[in-house]
Every structure is written in structure tokens, then in C-alpha cells.
């Protein structure tokens, strides 16, 4: 049995789902409320001390950490891989993996922006603009990329997806809720619209998932 503790609206989950249903695997999902703190309840903290999401529990063993979860379903199903290609091409695959998920994603997910609006007293305004400086930060070296890869895919890397697209695609949707002009990133704005049109991104959506509000 198969346990994904998940919030609709959380990025670093949303990777997981794909990876899941790219796997074919079967899952039952928990939500947990970020928005009414339930990151923070006892029980949930029990099962993950750091509180975030998701969590991956497998016949009662508990794993954190997108992705640390999706190279272990990677490893468990290696089939379709999520890491294809030679040692060079995986290597960029986890280059562009990593700067979604270690750049753009830490300085911008909720518990940041709350404490930003919180702690520190800025305002919904200045907010947004911090929200906005880090995913062009990120986003301006990863369109360079995409745009010196060979071929035109529709994938970050290859003629599959990998890694980097399931990091990718959720990174936009973020970008979309917060209003930001994508325009800069047409080969960005290409693969996301790709991958959508495949069953297992479009499953994963968070419009899609059962506790979306």
C-alpha cells in the first residue's frame, strides 16, 4: 500500500503525482491542509518531523522529499525512467530538476510567503514582487537551456519525459497562479503545454486532485 500525503496546491507534490501515475503505480492520497496548518499537527509530524509535503509512505516506511521520492520510484519501477539517456544527458536532467526544485522553489513555497506577509510585515504587493524575482531568476538560465537543446521534443531533454519536466511543468502552473508574463519563456511555455496533453500530467493537476479547494 501506497500513502501520499499531499496538498493540492503544492508543487514539490504535484511532482510526485506525476511520477506516480507516469509509474502506473497505485496510490491512495492523505491530504494535508497547509492552509489550516495541519503541516503542523502532532500526528502528521510524528510521521515527517519536517512537516512539509509530501510524504511517501510505503508499507510503513516513510519517505520525504520530492525528489528523493520520485528517484525511488525511479529505482522500485524503472520503467517508463526517469533519468533516461547516458550519464552526460542524465546529469543535465538533474541540473534542470534542481533548479526548479533547490532555486526557484525554497524561497518562494508557502511557508516563506507567510512569513514574509507574517514575521516581517511586508505587503501583498511586495510579496508578489519577491515571488517574481526568484522564478525569473530561474527561469531565464532554464529557457537559455531548453533553447540550446538539441531537437524539439517537446520534453526538456530527449524524446521522453525525465525528471526535469515533472520538476518543470508544476513550477509554471505556480507562475500562472501568481500572475507572472511567461511571454520571455516560449520553449518553457511549450513543453508545459506539451506534457499537459499526456494522461499522467493531467491527472496529477491540482484542479484534478480531491481536496482542491
Known sequence: MITLYDYFRSTAAYRVRIALNLKGMDYRQAPVNLLKGEDGDTGYRTLNPQGLVPALEVDGNVLQQSLAIC?????????????????????????????????????????????????????????????????????????????????????????????????????VYNARRFDLDLAPYPRIVAIEQHCLTLDAFERARPENQPDAV
Open 71 to 171: 528517484e525511488y520510484l525511479d529505482e522500485v519501477q524503472p520503467d517508463p525512467p526517469l533519468l533516461p539517456g547516458d550519464p552526460f544527458q542524465r546529469a543535465r536532467i538533474r541540473a534542470l530538476a534542481q533548479m526548479v526544485a533547490c532555486d526557484i522553489h525554497p524561497v518562494n513555497n508557502l511557508r516563506i510567503l507567510k512569513y514574509l506577509t507574517g514575521k516581517l510585515g511586508v505587503s501583498e504587493d511586495e510579496k508578489l514582487a519577491w515571488y517574481h524575482h526568484w522564478i525569473e531568476e530561474g527561469f531565464h538560465p532554464i529557457e537559455q537551456m531548453l533553447q540550446t537543446s538539441p531537437g524539439d521534443t517537446g520534453f526538456c531533454l530527449g524524446e521522453q519525459v525525465s525528471l526535469a519536466d515533472i520538476c518543470l511543468v508544476p513550477q
